[in-house]
Every structure is written in C-alpha cells, then in structure tokens.
C-alpha cells in the first residue's frame, strides 16, 4: 500500500463546475499536507499548504484535511480552462511522500 | 527572488552512458531534495542534501547518486543509464523553516534511448 493514495483519472469536468479531488493517507504521524499542480512540461507548483485538520481557503481553492479518518480533499470553484493541469497531494513530516496525481481537463 | 533552476531542461542519452544533471536552489535554501517523476509510478524521491550532507535517500539503486556544494548547488549523477531511466527529473529547494515547504524547478527531461 502506498503511504499516499490518489485517483490519476483524469477527470474531465465543464468549465464552472466544482472539482473535487481526493487524496487518502496512511501514516497518521503526517503532519503536513499539500497541494501542488503541475502544468504539462513544468515543475509542480505549490496551490495549498496545512498543518491542521479543516478547511484551508485561498480564492477559488479549498483544501480540506480530515486527521481522524486520514483524507485530504481540493475543491476548485467555477473551474476554469486554465486549471486543467495535474495536481498532486502531498504529506509528510520528516520527509514528503507525494500522491501519483490526477490529471484534470476543464472543457469551455 | 529567482526560483529553482535547473540544467538542462532537456536530454537525449543511449542505454550505458552516465548523465550529470544540476540545480541551483533558492537563494538561502540550503535543501535540495531530488525526485524522478514518470507516468506510471508519479513522483518518487531520491535523496536530500542540507549543508553537502546526504540527509534522506529514497529507495533507488546505487547508480544515482548526488552532491551537494558549498553554495547549495547540486547535482544528480546517473550511471550506467536504462531505458527505465527516462523520466522528468525534478529538483525541490527548502529553506528548513518548519513554516515553509518546498520549492520545485522546472525539471530536466530524460530520454534513453
């Protein structure tokens, strides 16, 4: 079992739909979690950053940490064609262990 | 402030060879974490340096290999190149501070043929 489990998809939404993507963990020593999107030809980029169980918001993305039963989620409202990209969850504590990513596509 | 970079973006090599391939960190991150991303195992780690120290390593064969400089560059060393090495190589700077997370370059892309 990988320590972080992602859905690759890809996932294929219309542009003003909510995305939701999913992550799941398994080493509850984590303490930190992040998003990154990753661009086609491009470094990952860093979206989201928490410590904490709960809501995180920035914009139009929400990242939400759920501890007690170990799932990370990334909420996109009024997606965008602009966001179609790979995004990758990420945990760790003493080192970063990163999800496969889910490619998403937002179609005009 | 200039982000990671890293050298070259591209690379065309043939099964045997060995490649250097280089990172300049942020300025004042003296992290440097290296990954090797592909379709189908997504981004896997390789090693961290802090300080020209070799402080993590992932779980890949002794033909990569890596060095970090007193001026925080790095570079990453494959020997004896496979076919299975073709991936996105990607390098992550970190300042150390438990509030600040890592910083990726653009990634160098590896074709063995």
């Known amino acids: 079992q990988k320590e972080v489990e992602q859905d690759p998809g890809p996932l294929s939404v219309p542009e003003g739909a909510i995305v939701s993507l999913n992550c799941t963990y398994s080493n509850s020593a984590f303490q930190y979690f992040m998003w990154y999107r990753q661009y086609s030809r491009k470094g990952p980029e860093l979206l989201m950053y928490?410590?904490?169980?709960g809501n995180k918001e920035d914009g139009r993305f929400t990242a939400q940490v759920d501890k007690s039963s170990k799932y990370i989620s990334l909420f996109i409202r009024d997606s965008q064609p602009s966001d179609s990209a790979t995004y990758l969850c990420?945990?760790?504590?003493?080192?970063?262990?990163f999800g496969a990513g889910t490619r998403l596509f937002v179609k005009a | 402030k200039a982000g990671v970079t890293q050298t070259p973006r591209y690379l065309i090599k043939t099964r045997g060879q060995q490649v250097t391939l280089s990172c300049s960190p942020i300025s004042g991150h003296r992290s440097v974490s290296w990954y090797q991303q592909t379709p189908g195992q997504g981004l896997q780690f390789l090693f961290e340096y802090f300080s020209e120290t070799q402080r993590n390593k992932g779980n890949f064969p002794g033909r990569f290999s890596g060095r970090q400089f007193s001026n925080s560059r790095s570079e990453m060393n494959v020997s004896t190149l496979e076919l299975g090495d073709s991936a996105l190589y990607l390098c992550a700077s970190y300042s150390g501070r438990t509030t600040d997370t890592q910083y990726f370059g653009p990634g160098t892309r590896l074709t063995v043929l």
């Open positions: 990420a945990s760790g504590g003493f080192k970063t262990i």
């Open positions: 928490t410590y904490s169980s």
